[in-house]
């Protein structure tokens, strides 16, 4: 009977020690998984909204900041496959336990390496909506093999919304909404989220209709004096609308 408990009594304190010795590193050496919400002003389902986003793309740097380990990884494409609500990470990389950092960005592009991310905004916002043009950010520390992202706008929404004064309200349509003067391309930051402001050749964007009245497109920080130029029919004539404020802009960041 003393020989049966002193080998109890053993294996208790051999499990005692091994439980403290794991202790917070629960989970070390276990795939992270993902999950990806979308903060901020721009809820409708035209930009990226954690119901629609479908890709991003993900970069862990390990405790040492490198990415060719187990633990780390550059440009990681992550998805969702339509109708699913879990996260997939194109190559897996594993809980390090501490001293792992991430940061996001959508949407996803295809073989970009380096930390800093040029990125253009659409010409034809009006039909390709506002999704491709939504720059999406995200940064902080893997604390957990559970990697729950919240991404913010880093860019800026541009909302006209027209009113016919003068006119019965069936004798005018607007059929289309154009910004001319302003630049498309920026660059992002991926370390700690700055985007520069524009670069590149004016280019107009045609706006993307959100209401009967409303149009709305994304652009780049920059300060710039546009104009709006407004396609309407009124009666059965067709005519353009020009509307420039008086000043430059100020577009900012996020």
Known sequence: M??????????????????????????????????????????????????????FGL?????????????????IKVSKPEGESVWTLANEVLYQGSGQSYYAYAPYKEGHTGESLTFTVDADQATNDLQGSDLLYAAGYVDDPTLAITFSHKLSKLTVTLTPDGFAEDEVSFTGVTLRGTLTTTTLNLTDGAVNT??????????????????????????????????????SEQKTYVYTPSAAYKFESD
């Not at 208790?12 to 903060?39: F, H, R, Y």
């Not at 970069?59 to 440009?75: R, S, V, W």
């Not at 959100?210 to 104009?227: A, D, G, K, M």
């Open 59 to 75: 970069f862990i740097k390990d405790k040492d900041g490198g990415y060719d380990t187990n633990y780390g990884g550059e440009n």
């Open 198 to 235: 524009a670069s590149d050749t004016a280019t107009d964007i045609k706006m993307w209709k959100s209401s009967t009245n409303t149009y709305e497109c994304i652009l780049v920080p920059q300060e710039v004096t546009y104009s709006v130029l407004i396609n309407a029919e009124v009666g």
């Open 2 to 55: 003393r020989q049966t408990i002193m080998l109890m009594a053993a294996c208790a304190a051999l499990l005692a020690g091994c439980t403290n010795e794991v202790g917070e590193g629960l989970g070390i050496d276990t795939p992270i998984q993902v999950t990806a919400s979308v903060e901020g002003i721009m809820t409708t389902r035209a930009e990226n909204t954690e119901y629609n986003l479908d890709n």
